[in-house]
T-cell receptor, first 113, second 115 residues
Framework: KAGVTQTPRYLIKTRGQQVTLSCSPI?????VSWYQQTPGQGLQFLFE???????NKGNFPGRFSGRQFSNSRSEMNVSTLELGDSALYLC????????????FGPGTRLTVL | AQSVTQLDSQVPVFEEAPVELRCNYS??????LFWYVQYPNQGLQLLLK??????LVESINGFEAEFNKSQTSFHLRKPSVHISDTAEYFC?????????????FGAGTRLFVKA
């Protein structure tokens, strides 16, 4: 069974631009969570989608948004990029009934210049 | 709200020595606990989990963790580490809530195994 895939793996943007990251969960997994990982703040929860609905949300500004499609694939968007948005963005999927055991993708490394 | 505390941010240890990475969580009626490992430039991988039953759980590569309800701890141990165990380790608790299970991660412990 294929794992969680994330595209692109690396991205370089400039301040003020916007970016869209994509995540394809493991087949059959309906929950997709997004995390931001930085050396200073560690792993921070962005949001979780289940069956195309945002079910949980972390403490990030409205510039961070996401969505989930009917095939469970998910995208997250960051508008008006800031230098502090440079981070590894991780996507994880989980099965219903698994107590949210998470399967992670390799991440997208975003650098904002 | 649930919280997870990993008491050590970095743990240096010599190869073949034992290691313990400490994790404490805030109390809850039901708790489901996980350890994840992250190798450089990769995502996190599940190492082991406690959902119910035996309080001692083991991974395929020699790590074990013990759920201690009275001390609200889930420490990770390995009797003899290898260079390849160098990685960052995250303790996590899955908390049932009205919006479905939410996973809370600790800040991570960087294990550095020296030759």
């Amino acid at each position: 069974k294929a794992g969680v895939t994330q595209t692109p793996r690396y991205l370089i943007k400039t301040r003020g631009q916007q970016v869209t990251l994509s995540c394809s969960p493991i087949s059959g997994h309906r929950s997709v969570s997004w995390y931001q990982q930085t050396p200073g703040q560690g792993l921070q929860f962005l949001f979780e989608y289940f069956s195309e609905t945002q079910r949980n949300k972390g403490n990030f500004p409205g510039r961070f948004s996401g969505r989930q499609f009917s095939n469970s694939r998910s995208e997250m968007n960051v508008s008006t990029l800031e230098l502090g948005d440079s981070a590894l963005y991780l996507c994880a999927s989980s099965l219903p009934g698994s107590y949210n055991e998470q399967f992670f993708g390799p991440g997208t490394r975003l650098t904002v210049l | 709200a649930q919280s997870v505390t990993q008491l050590d941010s970095q743990v240096p240890v010599f190869e073949e020595a034992p290691v313990e990475l400490r994790c404490n969580y805030s109390s809850s009626v039901s708790v489901y606990l996980f350890w994840y490992v992250q190798y450089p430039n990769q995502g996190l991988q599940l190492l082991l989990k406690y959902l119910s039953g035996s309080t001692l759980v083991e991974s395929i590569n020699g790590f074990e963790a013990e759920f201690n309800k009275s001390q609200t701890s889930f420490h990770l141990r390995k009797p003899s580490v290898h260079i390849s165990d160098t990685a960052e380790y995250f303790c996590a608790v899955s908390d049932p809530g009205t919006g479905g299970f939410k996973t809370i991660f600790g800040a991570g412990t960087r294990l550095f195994v020296k030759a």
